[in-house]
């Protein structure tokens, strides 16, 4: 695979996008945010040190989703009044991209659907259903978030955002949504809550004393 | 430096957090990498906020009662389902039903990579925790989850009125909330509803013993008292199937039956009437009877005799005896039939039959000896003998017809007084206890 590979406008340090799709990405040496332009990076911001976390994913842990191998290219740290989660961002061995997120150690894995309509959040409450992919969801909780960080690559510019509402809804089946009103038009993830040892990771870190 | 090498100065390894009170300044140990919400000091019992750096205090509480002490204590670890999980925490919980308080035990268990699971303990019954990742729905009296029902059996406000170490959430003490279980042995089905948020958690039964080997436990478990809710039948047979097998042997039984009853002959061999007289039997009485052929295989014999007596007896010593080898049988049967009034009006007793069968009888000539005695009061009497080749013989039938049954009857029986004791316990307790359901309630 071509690796495009540019240098940190800031520190010159190497940059290489491991998802041929990425927009943000994050230096790891000085912690600017980039985002690609059609020429080259250009700094945006930089990112305050993450808080310690407890998640035992990291950038370039590898792991399985059915018959498909993904790799860890990029992360969002979320905040709520419960504590935070982190939304990984994978890609997948086809090209694809996906969020894997990790709610203390409640696992997740969801992509962007290209559903129409979706309602705005002022119309959302808990309990009220809607069918995608023919599946009837439940609105399970309502979120307001706080955008904590981020480090990576990332489909998306998200380095200006602040705060964001997310509208999380639940199948009987174990499938799994989220409408995120980050932006003016809202977008819909759709996925299923997956098991730790089903994903069968790899590169994961390691815990002091484990 | 390639793509997939991170930072040389990436992050350090995570480590477990050793800080003091801000109270009382006592140690306290942070032991879940940062998941935890809240840590209550375990000397001066402050709930801290133990996402704050400086463990700001949240809440003060009074241990109402005496020391609670875990079970297994904070910082033990233990294998659970093939996983390693530390007790980062602890809470007593209670509810009051009927004006008795039941307490029951929670453990916060955890493991940086599989995360957070609790275990329950309710007078020596444990049950495996972890919270349903598939929301159950909701069906009259029962709840569907993964597929299977689980049955209503208990709503109740629990709240939380002790607390020791670390919570993934914000734990206080006074908190209430509304619990409702659904059981389906050895799992139940719990949805703990907090404000307007249910969270649903499914838990496995288990047993102080296996707690005890996970955790390499000092001692032995406390004895479990009573039933609980998921607790699994000890009656592990399907009882059900039991009495599925009981019919389809019965029904076979019964064919076996009606194919030998009509695979024997019944052949009729002797029919004979003697006369009793008591005043021509003094001394010998004994006399033999016409010789008669049994002709076939190896079979039974059957020798009927029929007397009309009236409150009197007949006693007949009878020898079948083998004309061509000499062999006998000797065997004495009894007619005698006695009836009439007293306070409680009539009653009667003895019949005027008896049968008997002789098993394994060689064919042959034979004869029978008769040597009749009887009531001394009973002047004459006739009496009537017959006897019959190759009748089949149904008592062994019974005898595996009961073999089967009893215990068909005692696994019912148990498993049914096994669910009371279950139901008993419950919302729903059985009919006939429903005036007494909380009797047998624990009180400490």
């Not at chain 1, 504590?83 to 694809?96: I, L, R, S």
């Not at chain 2, 009125?161 to 206080?172: H, I, K």
């Not at chain 2, 080997?213 to 809710?229: I, N």
């Amino acid at each position: 695979m071509t690796q495009p590979v540019a240098n940190c406008p800031n520190c010159g340090a190497k940059i290489v996008f491991r998802w041929s799709s990425s927009v943000q990405t994050v230096c790891e040496f000085c912690k600017s945010i980039l985002v690609r332009t059609d020429v080259d990076l250009k700094k945006v911001g930089q990112v305050a040190d993450l808080p310690p976390d407890s998640s035992p994913i990291q950038i370039n842990t590898e792991g399985k989703y059915g018959n498909k191998a993904f790799v860890v290219v990029g992360r969002i740290l979320y905040e709520y009044d419960q504590g935070g989660w982190n939304e990984w961002h994978v890609m997948m061995n086809d090209g694809t991209s996906a969020w894997l997120s990790d709610a203390q150690s409640e696992y997740a894995l969801s992509a962007s659907s290209k559903a129409q309509n979706l309602p705005a959040v002022a119309q959302v409450h808990v309990g009220q259903q809607f069918d995608w992919s023919d599946q009837r969801y439940t609105v399970s909780v309502i979120t307001p978030a706080h955008y904590r960080g981020v480090e990576g690559e990332l489909p998306f510019q998200y380095w200006d955002k602040t705060d964001v509402t997310f509208v999380d809804l639940r199948t009987e089946s174990g499938k799994f949504a989220t409408l995120d009103y980050s932006d003016p038009e809202p977008a819909l993830y759709l996925g299923e809550s997956v098991e730790f040892d089903d994903l069968k990771l790899k590169n994961l870190r390691s815990f002091e004393g484990w | 430096m390639s793509a997939g090498t991170p930072p040389l100065s990436g992050p350090p390894k995570p480590q477990a957090k050793a800080l003091n009170c801000p109270k009382c300044g006592a140690a306290i140990m942070l032991r879940s990498f940062g998941q935890a919400e809240t840590v209550v000091c375990g000397s001066c019992r402050s709930i801290l906020d133990a996402k704050d750096p400086n463990l700001a205090i949240l809440q003060q509480f009074e241990a109402a009662t005496r020391e609670v002490k875990p079970l297994i204590p904070l910082g033990t670890r233990g294998k659970l389902r093939g996983t390693d999980y530390e007790v980062i925490g602890f809470q007593r919980r209670s509810t009051r039903v009927d004006g008795i308080t039941y307490y029951w035990h929670e453990y916060v268990l955890f493991n940086p990579y599989k995360g957070i699971r609790y275990l329950s303990e309710y007078n020596g019954h444990w049950n495996d925790i972890t919270i349903c990742k598939q929301l159950p729905t909701d069906e009259v009296g029962a709840a569907n989850y993964l597929g299977e029902t689980y049955k209503h059996f208990q709503t109740s406000d629990a709240s939380t009125d002790f607390v020791l170490g670390e919570f993934p959430w914000q734990v206080r003490v006074g908190e209430r909330a509304a619990v409702t279980d659904y059981v389906h042995p050895p799992r139940v089905l719990s949805g703990e509803k907090l404000d307007k948020e249910v969270t649903w958690s499914i838990g496995e039964y288990m047993y102080g013993r296996e707690i005890w080997d996970a955790f390499k436990l000092p001692g032995a478990p406390p004895e479990a008292t009573g039933v609980y809710g998921n607790q699994p039948s000890p009656v592990t047979t399907n009882v059900t199937g039991i009495w599925v097998a009981f019919a389809a042997f019965a029904v076979f039984l019964l064919a076996l039956m009606a194919g030998f009853d009509m695979r024997a002959k019944k052949e009729p061999v002797l029919h004979e009437t003697y006369q009793y007289n008591r005043a021509e039997s003094k001394g010998e009485t004994s006399f033999v009877t016409d010789v008669f052929e049994l002709t076939g295989h190896t079979s039974t014999v059957e020798v009927k005799t029929y007397a009309p007596v009236s409150n009197h007896w007949i006693y007949l010593n009878y020898a079948l005896i083998n004309q061509d080898t000499g062999q006998a049988w000797d065997f004495g049967r009894e007619v005698s039939y006695y009836s009439g009034y007293d306070s409680d009006g009539s009653w009667s007793e003895g019949k005027h039959n008896d049968a008997v069968v002789i098993p394994s009888v060689p064919p042959g000539h034979y004869y029978l000896r008769i040597e009749p005695e009887a009531d001394p009061s009973l002047p004459s009497i006739p009496y009537t003998i017959d006897v019959t080749h190759d009748v089949p013989v149904f008592g062994i039938y019974g005898i595996a017809f009961l073999a089967l049954l009893v215990p068909a009857v005692v696994i019912s029986w148990r498993s049914y007084t096994f669910e009371r004791s279950r139901w008993s316990e419950s919302d729903h307790p059985p009919m006939e206890l429903s005036n007494m359901s909380s009797s047998s309630g624990d009180d400490k």
